[in-house]
């Protein structure tokens, strides 16, 4: 099949791409014009540059696709709330569900975040049933994804043929913000002095990158699909990652008020300066929560597989290394 990625140079797509190719899919690579992101060099693709906000970017792209992934969208936390993300989640993703009906384009798999559902503790974690439970936080980057989760369910009731994959928290290569592994070069670095009382489910994203590939041949259209792995307290996830690149792990639990505390004064501080503070206090209040998951769906209808999350962090670890992103 000729597949088009969007976001194709982002950490996930770069994963979904590779995983695509070594399927032997022919790729299509939408990438905005001014990316300067390199994690695709070197690969056998066609590459599109575009504006998802601009309809006819993404229609003359999809023109001769069979199938086509959403991975693009703004995962900004700071500035809390801002236009962009309303623009590249929503009205990027209304702009993608037009390309699929004018093209007719076969499969469309819309890539959100397991945060559309509300999640659950590590005894009973949170699944597809779960409603949206994230509005507290007022993070506009949750809140449009969620709502453009909703957009992908009401297309398909007028015959659009897409399935929703909603990951946790990756890890893996080709991270070159980094983004999700800045949390494993915190810790390398001893810039992680404690961890706050919550947790989160997380997974390896190239096991990732496999379930989305598969749902172009799995899964049920209009169903969506939590792509998620082991649930850990930031405790636990913590002594994972220095056990798996020889750090010291950070020994101190830092007490909810505090976490709030420094998050709202951090929130306050970038307002002025207008430097992204370090933790804001969405963030703060995110981190001292439970964010666990089941990927028991997927892993059912999509064979989502089950690496170790020790084996994602050595592998991001590496890549880092290898990149020079230490």
């Given at each position: ?168 928290f990756m890890f893996g290569p080709h991270d070159s913000g980094p983004s999700s592994g800045a949390m494993i070069v915190a810790v390398y670095k001893g810039k992680a002095p404690g961890y706050s009382p919550g947790g989160k489910n997380y997974v ?68 002025i300066t207008g430097k992204a503070p370090a933790v804001s206090y969405p963030m703060a209040r995110i981190s001292c929560d439970g964010h666990y998951f089941s990927p028991a769906k997927a892993v059912k209808e999509l064979q989502l597989p089950q ?20």
């Open positions: 099949m000729k597949i088009l990625v969007t976001g194709a140079d982002g950490f996930l797509g770069s994963n979904v791409v590779r995983e695509l190719l070594k399927r032997n899919h022919k790729v299509k690579a939408f990438i905005f014009p001014e990316s300067k992101s390199t994690t695709l060099n070197g690969l056998d693709i066609e590459r599109h540059e575009g504006n998802l906000l601009n309809p006819d970017d993404i229609i003359n792209a999809a023109k001769d696709v069979d199938a086509i992934i959403h991975t693009a969208a703004n995962t900004k936390t700071w500035p809390s709330r801002c236009k962009s993300h309303a623009a590249v989640n929503i009205e990027g993703t209304k702009n993608v569900i037009k390309a699929v009906t004018e093209n007719k384009v076969k499969r469309m798999v819309y890539v959100g975040t397991a945060n559309s559902f509300g999640p659950g503790t590590k005894e009973n974690p949170g699944t597809e049933k779960n409603p949206y439970a994230s509005a507290k936080y007022d993070l506009g980057y949750m809140d449009s994804k969620y709502q453009a989760h909703l957009l992908v369910l009401d297309a398909v009731k007028q015959g659009l043929p897409a399935v929703i994959v909603n990951p946790t390896y994203v190239k096991d990732v990158a496999v379930g989305i590939c598969n749902t172009l041949t799995m899964g049920k259209i209009g169903e969506s699909y939590i792509l998620g792995n082991e649930n850990l307290s930031y405790k636990e996830a913590f002594q994972l990652i220095a056990k798996q690149i020889g750090a010291k792990a950070p020994n101190t639990c830092m007490p909810k008020f505090a976490v709030l505390t420094f998050g709202a004064l951090s929130s306050g501080i970038a307002k690496t170790p999350v020790a084996d994602a962090i050595t592998e991001a670890f590496n890549w880092f290394k290898e990149n020079d992103k230490l």
